[in-house]
């Protein structure tokens, strides 16, 4: 016969089981969540990465690499971050303050040694930001040296993959940090917030009969620095029905286009970033300083588009900076 504290531990046993076997029927993945967690898989230009956990001392590279890792709410995951100059946005200004400033030379970037001594787990960040030959800090190095990698879509076209021609390449490096910190439903609704403004904007300007021709301006008299056809920028004006005469050049920024070019194609509107290094009006003053591009629709109308740095890069400012596209290219539709 079963005495007294034997009955009561088959009793809570049962208890137990039976408790296991509901929690298990209203979620059967509870189980196996350690196991799924542990093969989460990435893809960074085009190269596999796999992450075992969670990254708990990730760095992030430039300003738009980290408002993406700030807007996800990542900064308790976070030791470090560098920027070029240009602060994050007034929204994740509280955030930053948590987190470390990994140096405060704005060019060039930290060097391997510097970002090593942050003992980093994951850094976030894009070839021609942070990631070079030339520099050392490349993310075969960095695996290398046991720290995991994630590199900014649109940059992959330095190292010979073409990324995705729209801004869907965006979308998908907020959703594969989602996977990569296991915040996957804060990135969705991120996306999701997104697309709807994107397609509030587009609802608004509806069929454009002909499309405007711009230009991105980013300094230069000998030459231009500009946008080919994997740069937001390019993206930006086909989300908004507009073109860039620059286009069709396979690369995401030129470093040197030559007048010539420009003058045939002669840009309707010029797209024009203010950043530290170099104010808006400074490079307007350039172009209007130059007597050979006199001609050009959009310096002799001054249709000049202003924008913040991060507006015209990928991040969580693009849509921001598609809508101010749009409220200036059609100004009656809103």
Do not use: H
């Amino acid at each position: 016969m079963l005495n007294k504290s034997t009955s009561l531990y088959l009793i809570a046993s049962v208890l137990i089981l039976v408790g296991l076997f509901l929690l298990w029927i209203t979620n059967p993945n509870i189980f196996w969540r350690d196991e799924v967690q542990e093969g989460v898989i990435v893809y960074s230009c085009e190269n596999p990465i796999t992450f075992e956990s969670v990254p708990q001392r990730a760095i992030s590279f430039d300003t738009n690499m980290t408002e993406m890792m700030l807007a996800l709410n990542l900064e308790d995951n976070m030791v470090g971050y560098w920027v070029s100059g240009v602060e994050v946005g007034d929204e994740f200004k509280n955030q930053i303050q948590k987190i470390e400033l990994v140096s405060d030379i704005q060019w060039p970037p930290p060097s391997m040694e510097v970002i090593l001594s942050f003992d980093p787990d994951f850094v976030f960040g894009a070839w021609e930001y942070n990631f070079s030959d030339e520099s050392g800090v490349t993310p075969d190095k960095l695996e290398q040296a046991g720290v995991k990698t994630y590199v900014l879509t649109e940059s992959c076209v330095a190292v010979g993959v073409k990324p995705d021609e729209s801004i869907e390449s965006t979308y998908n490096d907020i959703l594969s940090l989602g996977k990569i910190f296991q915040v996957e439903e804060r990135a969705q609704i991120l996306v999701d917030e997104m697309k709807n403004n994107i397609k509030d904007i587009q609802d608004k300007i509806g069929e454009v009969e002909r499309p405007f021709r711009g230009f991105y301006y980013g300094g230069g008299a000998d030459a231009a620095f500009t946008a080919g056809k994997y740069a937001m920028v390019t993206k930006m004006m086909n989300t908004v029905g507009a073109e860039n005469i620059l286009g069709d050049v396979e690369d995401d920024w030129i470093p040197s286009a030559g007048w010539e070019t420009i003058i045939e194609k002669d840009p309707e509107f010029i797209m024009i970033d203010d950043t530290p290094w170099e104010s808006a009006q400074a490079r307007i003053d350039t172009l209007e300083s130059l007597p050979k591009l006199a001609s050009i629709t959009a310096i002799k109308e001054k249709n000049y588009i202003i924008f913040p740095w991060t507006y015209i890069l990928p991040g969580v400012q693009m849509d921001n900076g598609i809508t101010k596209l749009a409220q200036e290219l059609y100004p009656e539709k809103f």
